[in-house]
T-cell receptor, first 116, second 115 residues
Framework: GAGVSQSPRYKVAKRGQDVALRCDPI?????LFWYQQALGQGPEFLTYFQNEAQLDKSGLPSDRFFAERPEGSVSTLKIQRTQQEDSAVYLCASSSGDRGLSSSYTFGSGTRLTVV | AQKITQTQPGMFVQEKEAVTLDCTYD???????LFWYKQPSSGEMIFLIY??????QNATEGRYSLNFQKARKSANLVISASQLGDSAMYFC????????????FGTGTRLQVFP
């Protein structure tokens, strides 16, 4: 598609519920990133895929967070047993795969998750 | 470790005036890149400008310019001729040579442009 598409745009989950957030990157982009943006903060790195391979998941805050990209395009970020501190905007970004310093990402509009 | 500091939580500027948004950084990487992103209320992060640590000249992109002072470890964004549509959050970010897989962001500055 023309841009990075994320769904749902908003998600309200009861504490303890599992959620799945979807990211549809720009067609042909091999690199895909997930970031978490808490209220009033800058985005923080969660995980990175190169095609279907998850090359870095060091930013995932706990083992309740799981991300996959099975066919190297669409990605899903899953959060199990949600807790209130998981409330944040989850941003997805994609890039062409150039890992140079100047490589810029295209971000989606994010999914705002509220855990009540 | 890498760190980005943005000390201005909010800035106001009158339409058509210039404004400078501050950014300082800390890194031990010998080579790094610095970015500025704009985040309007719709939520997406929009890339504005990039500066490489070894670039000889300050980067410019239309009304955006980056005042890069390597010795001071600062990378301030200058927006000239502000427009009402410039009202948004602005984030400074960096990527280091030793870990090119992630961007490190600051906490952002909210810019409000008034008529």
């Amino acid at each position: 598609g023309a841009g990075v598409s994320q769904s749902p745009r908003y998600k309200v989950a009861k504490r303890g519920q599992d959620v799945a957030l979807r990211c549809d990157p720009i067609s042909g982009h091999v690199s895909l990133f997930w970031y978490q943006q808490a209220l009033g903060q800058g985005p923080e790195f969660l995980t990175y895929f190169q095609n279907e391979a998850q090359l870095d998941k060091s930013g995932l805050p706990s083992d309740r967070f799981f991300a996959e990209r099975p066919e190297g395009s669409v990605s899903t970020l899953k959060i199990q047993r949600t807790q209130q501190e998981d409330s944040a905007v989850y941003l997805c970004a994609s890039s062409s795969g150039d890992r140079g310093l100047s490589s810029s990402y295209t971000f989606g509009s994010g999914t705002r998750l509220t855990v009540v | 470790a890498q760190k980005i500091t943005q000390t201005q939580p909010g800035m106001f500027v009158q339409e058509k005036e210039a404004v400078t948004l501050d950014c300082t950084y800390d890194t031990s990487d010998p080579s790094y890149g610095l970015f500025w992103y704009k985040q309007p209320s719709s939520g997406e992060m929009i890339f504005l400008i990039y500066q490489g640590s070894y670039d000889q000249q300050n980067a410019t992109e239309g009304r955006y310019s980056l005042n890069f002072q390597k010795a001071r470890k600062s990378a301030n964004l200058v927006i000239s001729a502000s427009q009402l549509g410039d009202s948004a959050m602005y984030f400074c970010a960096m990527r280091g040579q030793l870990n090119t897989d992630r961007l490190i962001f600051g906490t952002g500055t909210r810019l409000q442009v008034f008529p």
